[in-house]
């Protein structure tokens, strides 16, 4: 980093008197250096004169259909529906793509852990402290309807979602300390002491309002009207549940710059929705929409051999997914009392046979779970190093001991689908923690007094039922809530074995929009979810697992974890002063999460299944943390005729 003798004596000979002027109002300014980029420890791939990234074809075509079912979904976004195109507050399910259509000030390299190059910010000057980050503006940006995007309207932005955005986005604000626009071309963001590491990485990442448009209109009110945006696209024809449009903005301002040539391609982006996972698999064969990526092995492994996949219509391939494959699983609510003691979590467990629910209903495709740093570096593995365990030994006896020896790995069962073994080492965790099986008398058999008699001195049992009974004598009950029915195979032979140990499990499948707001509110026993992190976690990682987030609405902490030790590791990671460190904190919170049984690990692949119509091409490198599907593809049309051709 330059130094501020360094920076005088080159610009002694160069300051213009705007240039003094600011030197005699805040001196810090001359201690500031302009980059084209950041990223969280300062490392970039890409200089200055980048003409564009190395993972895309700077001549692809534009024009044609890009249409698929979106696979990710941010904040209030639903994968099943949607009722509104707000989707940075709490309220409504938003609709998927919608933050094509603003622009940020940064945008994300595909081929770096967390780069960030310029967009709307033409340049960034960074303070020593690192408290302040001085953005300046391309001078041509626009809003889609014509109107100028000042630092006005970027300072506005960050001060409304900090005050009124999704509770998500709120949170990482938290070290936000405020913007400032002292010119139509500057904005100065300045935070908070201490502040996380990757938050000015997530200012520079939102969407940019338009503040004279939201002058008019209150910023969280959930509505189907199309807002102003500056991005590459803007929103064509929709129908709330169904479908919606974006269409290529053909004279946008930013179609040139480094960060998005060979971007953006397709004139048209179409996001379909469907309700359930088969009936959008025929839509898929049907043609209603182009692009598809799987994430049912059953569809995978048994249903692409329809006609267009032997003809040569439709191609399937296998991407790598080099990012951190992250956590998915059943997260159990310990706002619930039933699972307040942490051998209670460790038994269900014991009850969920993988190897058998993987080679049975799943084609043996997929390798289970173990850590929420799943496929990556971050993932404690063995005993911890010495680093790890200067992290973690102010805890000791605050914590269990197992955080200091190997960290929990999910049992192997025998592929039985009720391994004896595994479930008396659950009855005896039950056991443990003072919960009691009984014999009962089975409520929905009713018995004459005879049989009662019988049953009373254990000549009939047929009419009885195991029941588990917690400390206090109340019986065990688990609802698994799910939206779609998709998952339903899963669950059926885990709330068997919950039936061996006398837990009355079942299962229930409620629409989108209702799980959306149940989830907000943890109205809820166990709840499926899949999350995962970039390789440079940081302030993201309260929204899921410190306390401060177990009671916030709208929150990603399911499980509802309120761990001193964990808020700790997390501060750790945050103050990161490089990658080995951030590693080093990362496997400790590992430990520390893994040990804490807050949820029951499901399974992952490294890879992405997708299929699609062949009327598409694509750069012959994939860049290394990303899909680049949508943002790098292009649509052939030579291909597109062929294929009529076909017939």
Known sequence: MTTRREVLVLAAGALSAVGLRRWLVDPA???EVERHGMSAFGDLIYPPDFKHFNYVNPNAPKGGVFSQIGPNRQFNQNFLTFNTLNSYILKGDAAQGMELTFASLMARSGDEPDAMYGLAAQSVAISDDG???RFKLRPALRFHDGSKLSAQDVAFSLGILKEKGHPIITQLLRDFAGADAPDERTV?????EKRARDVPLFVASLPIFSKSYYSAKPFDQSTMDIPLGSGPYKVARFEGGRFIEFERVKNWWGADLSVSRGQYNFDILRF???RDRDVAF????????????EFTSRIWATRYDFPAIRDGKVKRDILPDDTPSGAQGWFLNTRRPQFKDPRVREALNYAFDFEWTNKTIMYSSYKRTQSVFQNSDMMAVGLPSSEELALLEPFRGKVSDEVFGEPFVPPISDGSG??????????????EAGYQVR????PAHPLGWWDRVLVTIGLKSEMTKKVLRDPQGRPVTIEFLIEEA???PHHMPFIKNLSTLGIEASLRIIEAAQMQNRRNEFDYDVVIQRFGFSNTPGDSLRSFFASQSASLPGSQNLAGIADPAIDAMIEKIIEAKSRPELTTACRALDRLIRAGRYWIPHWYKASHWVAYWDVFDRPLQKPKYSRGVLETWWYDPAKAAKLEQKG
């Open 272 to 274: 379909e929705y469907f």
């Open 29 to 31: 300014v001359a201690a």
């Open 418 to 431: 009720a391994d004896r073994t595994l479930l008396r080492k659950a009855v005896q965790l039950l056991r």
């Open 188 to 192: 100065i963001c300045r935070f908070a």
């Open 486 to 488: 998709s998952f339903q």
């Open 439 to 442: 014999d009962e008398i089975d």
């Open 131 to 133: 408290l302040t980050y």
């Open 282 to 293: 025929e839509g898929f064969t049907a043609k209603t929409y182009l692009f598809r990526e």
